[in-house]
């Protein structure tokens, strides 16, 4: 039996149809969506504090920010719930089957846990903390000077973009499959180039957005802002 067999007859036996399918559709639509219109936007570093804040932080209206937060979180709360299911019902069989696609199907579950973490804080860090305790949305001098002067900020954003990229090009190809749209060993085999691909460009959006988030911490301009940010919440010293 391959691989692929194998994982489709377990998962179908353990997870329902209905839910399996629910799953993975909120996975995609509209998580993976916003995913990729978010790292876009992140893109608008490289042309300054104003352009981020712009695209990253400023919404038309408070209904739309409020709006745009249900349609992610509720869906996000529920591939959660449902990841996690999946992730304590399996059991990795690696050793006895080396296959390629159960190798990825591991892979898939560690990125989902990493991702899971990444999320969280970033999510808490970045979009609740600053507004719930700040009273505003994050300071691109804020995150510019944390990614250039903190490597453990960096160090978790690129891996984390790295999970997330991996987790949502390679999760293509098993919603496809859960959905009935690749069907045989032959239409998984040629959908795998077009999630590689898929893979390298999240990977390259979200690698370049770190890298002008990185360049920018650097600049005299940035430090400064970020030390009146500093000092107007009242820390001395931070890291």
Do not use: C
Request: hydrophobic letters at 50%.
């Amino acid at each position: 039996m391959s691989t692929h067999a194998a994982t489709a007859t377990d998962l179908s036996q353990k997870t329902p149809l209905l839910q399996s399918r629910l799953g993975s559709f909120l996975a995609v639509v509209p998580l993976s969506i916003w995913v990729v219109n978010h790292l876009w936007n992140n893109l608008a570093a490289f042309y300054g504090g104003a352009a981020w804040q712009s695209a990253v932080t400023e919404y038309k209206n408070p209904y739309a920010q409020a709006f745009t937060f249900l349609i992610v979180m509720l869906p996000l709360l529920f591939h959660t719930g449902w990841g996690l299911v999946r992730m304590f019902s399996f059991k990795p069989n690696n050793l006895a089957y080396p296959y390629y696609g159960n190798v990825k199907y591991l892979v898939q579950r560690v990125a989902g846990m990493g991702v899971l973490f990444f999320i969280g804080a970033h999510v808490w860090l970045a979009f609740l903390q600053p507004r719930l305790i700040h009273g505003g949305a994050e300071p691109f001098a804020a995150i510019a000077y944390e990614m250039h002067w903190h490597p453990p900020t960096i160090g978790v954003y690129v891996l984390g973009v790295l999970g997330t990229a991996y987790h949502l090009a390679n999760g293509l190809q098993g919603f496809a499959m859960g959905w009935g749209l690749l069907a045989s060993e032959r239409s998984m085999r040629r959908f795998e180039p077009w999630s590689i691909v898929v893979f390298l460009v999240l990977l390259g959006i979200g690698w370049g957005a770190i890298f002008a988030l990185y360049k920018a911490g650097g600049t005299e301009q940035v430090m400064q802002e970020r030390a009146r940010i500093m000092q107007a919440r009242g820390v001395v010293s931070d890291h």
